[in-house]
């Protein structure tokens, strides 16, 4: 009985629903199971365009054995009109099939749903970019936070920071998008990173004003100074002698979840106050600012924590007059397996140390420095990369190739200098004496001063 129900369904699917001839030819495969039963009903799903291109029969026994099958057939060019009320044509569009609609000899028990077409190519993620080569040619050079004297926290809790003050740094509304390569072609002119601390390794204070002032005195021939945060009073006292010298700052907030992080408010708004007070309310003093320094690659932060942070950043500075780029700064590897931060930044920023790799020696420092940027544009789609730190010590132990010494602190700063003609800051201006070695530091944290 059920070969003749099935011809009589293969017949009544050679063709359309408007009789047209059909015009190409598809090949499926055919399963049947032979056993007695009756077919209560017949699916057949067709495209948009009405061509059949799957065949389903739902058999139901009339015994107390319960089988199903499912039959496809091959659909051949032919012109015959479909003239049996048994079958129903289910119309599936291609890019998302929906159930059809139940026919009066539909049986309920079967839940009839249209064939899911094949995953597109935007669901199959690519594989990461390795970063092997790097990240063994690299290994960062800040210390844990422990050892490192940050400004007391505004708030003792390492939850997101609170909304600031309505009066100074209220957020805007509206997140703005952050600027695509904002100020590409204006590179800065090589730099130098300032601490504002002194002392001995495990006791450390901050510098007096007058310390300040001599030391900015003598960065003078460094256009722009990067400091990292607002401990020691140090946005204030930067901007003033920055002005008296001609000079430009980068500064950035020190965000930590390890307890002696800053508020990101606070630090806006102790900006905010600054450049009121010091510098009749204009900005251009002001060319990067920074939410963070290589908190990721110190397993501090999460890539999401720094992007909500630069969007937080971007908010309130905007709000308060500051249009420059606002960014993170990681280290190479950090950044390039995070590429989330690339494109929350408005400029990339990078900390870049060749010492650390045991194959260069001081005088290919600039090629080592130069063959990671090149990296890092690639990674973020960019031409812009600043960065924000790169130097050698002058004192410490060997690493393979990378001797610290006087003699190769100049010969790697000249290296540097011969690929680098802007968009580089060299770390440090003075010896941090106050800092405290640690694993793969090679007794030389403390001597990277290039100012003697």
């Known amino acids: 009985m ?29 399963e049947v199971v032979y056993v007695t039963e009756i077919v209560a009903d017949a699916v ?39 003239a049996t009320s048994s079958v129903d044509l289910v119309f599936a569009p291609s890019a998302a099939p929906s159930a059809p609609s139940a026919s009066p000899t539909t049986v309920p028990s079967f839940s009839l749903v249209a064939p899911q077409p094949e995953p597109s190519s935007a669901e199959f993620k690519s594989e990461p970019t390795t970063t092997a080569a790097v990240t063994s040619a690299y290994t960062p050079t800040s210390p844990p936070p422990v050892n490192t004297p940050a400004p007391a926290p ?14 100074s740094v209220a957020p805007s509304t509206s997140s703005p998008a952050p600027a695509v390569n904002a100020n590409a072609g204006d590179g800065l002119p090589t730099g ?28 003078s021939s ?38 002696n992080g800053e508020d990101l408010s606070s630090v806006i708004k102790t900006w905010k106050d600054t450049i009121d007070q010091d510098a009749n309310g204009s900005w251009d003093i002001l060319k990067l600012f920074s939410v963070e320094n290589e908190r990721i690659n110190d ?3 999460t890539a999401s924590e720094v992007v909500d942070a630069i969007r937080r950043a971007r908010n309130q500075l905007r709000s308060v007059g500051y249009n420059g780029p606002v960014g993170a700064v990681e280290t190479v590897p950090a950044t390039l397996d995070n590429p989330s931060i690339c494109e929350a930044s408005d400029v990339v920023m990078v900390n870049c140390h060749p010492f650390f790799d045991q194959n260069t020696a001081a005088e290919d420092a600039g090629t080592f420095v130069k063959g990671q940027i090149e990296r890092v544009k690639t990674a973020c789609k960019t031409n812009r990369v600043v960065v924000t730190e790169t130097g050698w010590p002058h004192q410490g132990d060997p690493n393979g190739k990378a001797v610290p010494s006087p003699e ?14 802007s968009d580089v800051f060299i770390h440090n201006s003075f010896d941090s004496l106050w800092k405290t070695d640690w694993a793969s530091s090679f007794n030389a944290e403390r001597y990277w001063g290039v100012i003697q």
């Open 222 to 259: 460094y256009k722009v100074v990067r400091i990292y945060g607002i401990g020691c009073n140090i946005v204030p006292l930067a901007v003033q002698n920055a002005q008296k010298n001609g000079q430009t700052l980068m500064g950035g907030a020190y965000l930590s979840n390890k307890g």
């Open 154 to 167: 505004e708030t003792s809790s390492p939850a997101p920071d609170p909304a600031p003050a309505p009066s």
């Open 44 to 82: 057949v799903y067709v495209d948009q365009d009405g061509v059949p291109y799957s065949t389903l029969t739902v058999e139901q026994t009339t015994a107390a054995t319960s089988v199903e099958a499912v039959t496809t057939s091959e659909v051949t060019p032919t012109s015959v009109s479909v």
């Open 2 to 30: 059920k070969s003749i129900l099935i011809a009589g369904a293969v017949a009544a699917i050679l063709g359309t629903a408007s009789g047209r001839p059909l015009n190409y030819k598809r090949d499926y495969v055919t």
């Open 192 to 219: 130098v990173t300032y601490d504002p601390f002194t002392g001995t390794e495990g006791n450390s204070r901050c510098k007096t004003d007058a310390e300040i002032t001599d030391e900015f005195s003598r960065m």
């Open 299 to 301: 397993h501090d932060m």
């Open 408 to 421: 190769n602190q100049a010969k790697a700063l000249a290296s540097i200098r011969s690929e680098f003609s």
